[in-house]
């Protein structure tokens, strides 16, 4: 039986041949009537209890001896239906009855009380004494050998329960059974057993003609059978891919029955159809091994995900906090294997090695940038340079007692920036850059260098000629930044000016 891997042998023998029958002549006996007085019996035992179950007992007389006491009815209850189940007939030749009479008597320190076994083997031996047991008729003792003629004993192999034959000596095939195991065993293996259930039966009658040798059983449990496989083609396959595949030679594969919309079609040359049906004749072993071994897992353990909402990012926008880390979950399981493929797991003990980091992500629930601003901004102030974003106020000078290398212009997520002064965009950049995020670097037609930092989103790029006050990007808070705003930079030969001495809001 697939999965019950064990080979056994049946410790009982078949003996049901091998039964006495008895029978009775019934005409000859008649039935002992014994009569037990058992209502005297409960009010006998009322009266003792009535005065006190240590002091007295009832005596109990059958057929005028003195059978013993007993202190509680259901004894006298037992011993009657003991009897009534041991002796059936006794050759009396008429009807008699036995009688048993009860009486009162004080306990003394050497008082036997009986049970209900005891007082039957006491009735019994009166009644054994009275009357002689009539002889039965016994027939003749009918032996197995007899019951089954020609036949002789053997021992029946079966696999699954399929007779493979009879043998006279079962050790040679258990021997070499055990071998085959041993052959594959490792200490890796903890268990290596037969797919299939060997049964030895023994002691069974056969026909002497269906005995074998038990070479002839060896030879075929752990020999090969044939088996049919079928194989369907695919959309890609080539005669010799499947030929590769099913480790035969293309010769081998052409000669296979092949059919296509239930038809024989025959395998060769470029026509390979899709569908095409073909019939492989293989063999595998009668017997297959199972072997088990204990193996250990890791398997992933994912880690859960908390969304932050955050007004500060811009509607949709997604940003990473913290990243999660997978934890680790580590396994002891038994794995059985089928010809090196795994058919059965049974996990025996799992443990948390280490537990999942859970990842934290905050998603933008605030204003989306608005696309629809002028592309010129119309009032560019009285200085130098125009105020280069849509209003804003200054969050942070240059220096800051923190080497701060420009002026940090504080305003809404997607607020407007425009160029300082007219030039050429010679950088632009996009993620993380160094901490400036999304930045834009251009070179004035002064010779300056403005770099506008942290933007949400460019909308200018390199080789573009901007006027003063041209749109150029979007207040954002990208790279090294924890808030929108607009990092401005002025450069002149490596050094960094202060804005405020160029700009006029």
Known sequence: ??????????????????????????????????????????????????????????????????????TDENVLGEAQKTISDRIKYYDTQNSDFINASLKIEPL?????????????????????????????EVEEEITEEDEIEGKVKAFAIRVDGELLGAVTDYEPIEKALDSYKTAYNNNDYIKVEFEKEVVYDLEEYVDPESIVAPGEIIKTVLGRVGTTEYYEVKDGDFLSSIAADHEMSLAELTSCYATYEGKPVELGGDMLKTGTM??????????????????????????????????????GEQVVEVEGI???????????????????????????????VKQIVRIGIGPSINYNVAEFKLDVGQGQYCWPVEGGYISAHIGDGRNHKGLDIAAPYGTPIYAAEAGTVYDAGEGWCGGYGNNIKILNDDGNVCVYAHQAELAAGVGDHVEKGQLIGYVGSTGDSTGNHLHFEVRQDGYYLDPE????Q
């Open 278 to 315: 073909i019939q492989f004749s293989t063999t595998e072993p009668y017997l297959d091994l199972e072997c088990t071994k204990e193996e250990s897992f890791r398997t992933d353990i994912d880690f859960p995900v908390e969304r932050i909402q955050d007004d500060t990012l811009p509607l």
């Open 1 to 70: 039986m697939a999965g019950s891997n064990m080979v056994s042998r049946k410790d009982s023998k078949a003996e049901s041949g091998r039964n006495t029958k008895r029978s009775v002549s019934a005409q000859a006996l008649d039935a002992v009537n014994v009569i037990f007085p058992m209502a005297a019996v409960a009010a006998l035992i009322v009266t003792v209890n009535s005065f006190n179950l240590r002091d007295y007992g009832v005596c109990v007389e059958y057929d005028g001896q003195n059978i013993g006491v007993i």
């Open 501 to 504: 001495e160029f700009v006029s």
């Open 326 to 356: 997978k934890g680790e979950r580590r396994s002891r399981v038994l794995v059985t294997y089928r010809n090196n493929i795994p058919v059965r797991r049974k996990v025996l003990e799992t443990n948390v090695y280490s537990k999942p």
């Open 108 to 136: 003394s320190a050497g008082t036997v009380i009986l049970d209900g076994d005891v007082l039957a083997d006491k009735m019994e031996n009166v009644i054994s004494n009275k009357f002689e047991e009539s002889p039965v």
